[in-house]
């Protein structure tokens, strides 16, 4: 195949397409459509994200001063009381 | 240049920019009328402006290759996202089907040797040969410097008579 050959098919081709091209009018105008589709997607997302929040909304935490732990009871050993006071020595050596 | 004169113009190269559209997306044809849609639509308000510093097929062929490439990397986004969600690759490739319905056989073998080509290199020879061009004025529509447009089209155009030349065999 030759240059001119190529200058053939690409004539071909252009032909070819150029049939397949749509109305200039109808490419050279605004298109409101789309820009307001992509409005409603936007709001229908933020509707989405806010009843999600609402809904999902976490219970108030307790303060961290009043918190105790669920398993706090097994600290509480038997005869706990004795460490925690002194011994009185002074009247026992009387 | 007077917004009714541009128009004008614009419309006498309507079905080039359409051919040019059709080129930078694959020949995916409902691609391509987005693209020169999304083109027309930035001249129209002012985001895309000729300055006259080149000839305005030159200027508006540029508009289509950035237009239709931005399109392309949000369609590979999307592309992915969707394989991603069906567990499917995408195929960037996939030719248009009712395009390829249309097209002559002979179209279809010079469409079919012309993917064998690097990007540049198919850039390049269809603006030279399906457009016209020169090579300096497709060197100025796909911002390339001349000698580089001078070595895409002549690998290119080796390439491509080796591919369609194989094919006739």
Redesign the interface.
Known sequence: MTDERLHQAFDDLRRSEGMQAPRFERLWKPRPARRHSKLAAAVLLVAVMLTAIAVHRPEPQPSISTWRAPTDFLLRTPGQELLGSLPDLKGNAE | MQQAEL?RR??EL??AS??WA?SCCRRN?QEA?DV??DV??KI??GRARFDGRSSLKTWLFAVIRRTAAAHARRGALHDFLLARWARREPDPDRPDPH?AA???Q??A???AALRTLARRQREVL?LV??HGMTVEEAAAALDLSIGSARVHYHRG?QR??AA??GA?R
Do not use: C
């Open positions: 128009e614009i419309e309507h079905a359409f051919g059709l044809r009328e020169l849609q027309y639509m129209l308000d395009a249309e097209q002559s002979a179209a073998a010079l469409i269809e040969f399906y155009k491509l008579l369609l030349n006739r």
